[in-house]
């Protein structure tokens, strides 16, 4: 028998049906208010021409920032609370399986209450930094375009929210042992997102490789929504976007943590020895 792979993707594969019921609801939530479908209205707008530099920056207010939201940003504030309390979760139940071997669901509730509120903390900090980031880009934009418009600007903006993006996915990357160490030795979060750094920094290929795939499944988020306007479509492709990042990233961090502590895994198929 071949020897199994530690990769946290062949985990998420081997216990897929495991993380599915934990995920599937906040993804569904999350797609379907999803902003980054009123960021490709904004986008088609521009491209039909009804985007001008009278009302460049209204466009970019409404489509790259807290504005994106629209009406429904009361089931984005429900999806979040649903995809913290799955991603708290998530992490006991993947720590537990891999420190123990244990794949239950015992005490799951119990301690995916505890972690709930240091979850909530990790996930608003990055919320906070991402929306910051799109906010002084279209204030950037309100100063710039009454004086210069043209369709370089244009690209230009675009890749300052892309390199927002990144930004927020390379902090997603350096601190994504936090959440594990909080359940495995119950640190605080400022104490943890401190050891986190410290131990990603001997794992900066795995943080290119989650900044490039971020990045990359933006873009093809966007394009996506760009192209396809029956909103059904569009919310399950938002969903399925939502799900890839719920059920993975949670893999991802306890599979790291094991890996740059050096822990054994129990989780892990034993191989015959006949």
Same mark, same amino acid.
């Given at each position: 028998?071949?020897? @199994?792979?530690?990769?946290?993707?062949?985990?998420?594969?081997?216990?897929?049906?495991?993380? !599915?019921?934990?995920?599937?609801? %906040?993804?569904? *939530?999350?797609?379907?208010?999803? %902003?980054?479908?009123?960021?490709?209205?904004?986008?088609?707008?521009?491209?039909?021409?009804?985007?001008?530099?009278?009302?460049?920056?209204?466009?970019?207010?409404?489509?790259?920032s807290l504005?994106r939201?629209?009406?429904y940003?009361?089931?984005?504030?429900?999806?979040?609370?649903?995809?913290?309390?799955?991603?708290?979760?998530?992490?006991?139940?993947?720590?537990?399986?891999?420190? !123990?071997?244990?794949?239950n669901?015992?005490? *799951?509730?119990?301690?995916?209450i505890?972690?709930?509120?240091?979850?909530?903390?990790?996930?608003?900090?990055? &919320?906070?930094?991402?929306?910051?980031?799109?906010?002084?880009?279209?204030?950037?934009?309100?100063?710039?375009? %009454?004086?210069?418009?043209?369709?370089?600007?244009?690209?230009?903006?675009?890749?300052?929210?892309?390199?927002?993006?990144?930004?927020?996915?390379?902090? $997603?990357?350096?601190?994504?042992?936090?959440? @594990?160490?909080?359940? =495995?030795?119950?640190? =605080?979060?400022?104490?943890?997102?401190?050891? =986190?750094?410290?131990?990603?920094?001997?794992?900066?290929?795995?943080? +290119?490789?989650?900044?490039?795939?971020? $990045? *990359? =499944?933006?873009?093809?988020?966007?394009?996506?929504?760009? +192209? $396809?306007?029956?909103w059904?479509?569009? &919310?399950? *492709?938002?969903?399925? #976007?939502?799900?890839? &990042?719920?059920?993975?990233? @949670?893999?991802?961090?306890?599979?790291? #943590?094991?890996r740059?502590?050096?822990?054994?895994?129990?989780?892990?198929?034993?191989?015959? $020895?006949?």
């Open positions: 028998m071949s020897k @199994p792979s530690k990769k946290a993707l062949a985990y998420y594969f081997r216990n897929f049906f495991h993380i !599915l019921p934990f995920v599937i609801i %906040p993804a569904a *939530i999350l797609g379907f208010a999803s %902003p980054a479908i009123n960021s490709a209205d904004t986008i088609n707008s521009y491209l039909a021409g009804n985007v001008t530099q009278t009302n460049f920056v209204d466009s970019l207010f409404g489509g790259f504005l939201y629209g009406n940003w009361w089931i984005t504030v429900i999806g979040i609370l649903f995809a913290v309390l799955s991603i708290s979760s998530l992490i006991y139940k993947i720590n537990r399986h891999m420190q !123990l071997g244990l794949n669901n015992s005490h *799951i509730v119990r301690n995916a505890r972690g709930f509120l240091p979850t909530l903390l990790f996930v608003a900090l990055l &919320w906070f930094v991402s929306e910051l980031l799109n906010f002084l880009v279209v204030g950037l934009m309100y100063f710039i375009v %009454p004086n210069v418009y043209n369709t370089a600007l244009v690209v230009v903006c675009m890749l300052l929210f892309l390199l927002a993006d990144a930004f927020v996915a390379y902090l $997603v990357s350096v601190f994504v042992c936090t959440l @594990p160490a909080v359940h =495995s030795e119950r640190f =605080s979060v400022n104490v943890a997102m401190s050891y =986190s750094i410290r131990l990603m920094h001997q794992e900066w290929r795995s943080v +290119v490789r989650i900044v490039a795939t971020y $990045v *990359i =499944s933006r873009i093809v988020i966007l394009t996506l929504c760009c +192209v $396809v306007t029956q059904y479509w569009r &919310w399950v *492709i938002c969903a399925v #976007y939502y799900y890839m &990042w719920l059920s993975f990233l @949670p893999c991802f961090a306890c599979r790291t #943590y094991f740059v502590n050096h822990d054994e895994r129990c989780d892990l198929p034993q191989r015959s $020895v006949y």
